[in-house]
């Protein structure tokens, strides 16, 4: 099976490397010929939100002989696909081939419209601005992932791992999964309807209050949470979902 994989400048490593992971795991342990590309706007190379070049990489037309065509993520700023980008993914469909929208990848795929009138999943956050650009899309917030046969959404960032790992058990059975995430030592199975995320209290008196050891707590600090790709909306151009602070 041929997997296209469309990166772009700014997308992050992690979603990348879902779907490679996955994919590709399954052709190292000989349990089917699985061969993934990555495919750009143009061949050549992207630059990562984490400043690494990406180089090799084929054009938009590689997708053409693809089996499946995996969006693994999109822009936080919500900005509009450009034409090329949706004549790709409707072009696979009407082909026949799988598309998955991981993560705000799942965006793209809805603007294309083969989501229209279907139940999908993307990142908790574009909930409200995806149901206001979107309206014939239903968006499901108690899912994982969803999948239609023709087209498979996951929810943010590890729940591609998921979906990816649902399509491997889907068309090559679930000891083939099994062993792919004894491989990369996950969860061999984590159903698509559970919530994606959990608001729970936490006590306010401080890190002591939670048993947090005194090594790990100074960590907090440091974090920060990061944006899927972390780009602004070109200047010009007006974005296919509104911005929200809660984009972000």
Request: glycine residues 10%; proline residues 7%.
């Amino acid at each position: 099976m041929r997997i296209a994989i469309y990166a772009f400048d700014g997308v992050t490593m992690f979603h990348l490397a879902a779907p490679q992971m996955v994919f590709d795991t399954v052709t190292r342990l000989g349990l089917a010929d699985w061969e993934s590309r990555l495919i750009a706007d143009r061949p050549g190379q992207v630059r990562t939100a984490e400043g690494w070049s990406l180089g090799g990489l084929a054009g938009l037309e590689e997708a053409a002989s693809a089996d499946a065509l995996v969006m693994p993520s999109w822009f936080d700023d919500g900005r509009p696909v450009p034409p090329e980008v949706t004549s790709m993914i409707v072009d696979a469909h009407d082909r026949g081939a799988i598309i998955l929208g991981l993560c705000l990848g799942a965006v793209p795929v809805a603007a294309a419209g083969l989501l229209d009138g279907r139940t999908a999943v993307t990142r908790w956050r574009v909930y409200p601005a995806l149901r206001s650009a979107l309206p014939d899309v239903g968006l499901d917030e108690s899912a994982l992932y969803i999948d239609h046969g023709d087209v498979l959404t996951s929810a943010g960032t590890a729940a591609s791992l998921d979906a990816c790992l649902h399509l491997v058990r889907r068309l090559l059975g679930a000891r083939a999964a099994n062993a792919v995430a004894r491989q990369l030592v996950m969860a061999p199975h984590r159903s698509g309807g559970q919530a994606q995320f959990i608001e729970r209290p936490l006590p306010a008196t401080g890190d002591d209050a939670v048993g947090v050891p005194p090594q790990v707590s100074g960590l907090r600090e440091m974090a920060r949470f990061e944006d899927c790709s972390g780009l602004g909306t070109p200047r010009g151009s007006t974005p296919l979902l509104p911005h929200s602070p809660d984009l972000h």
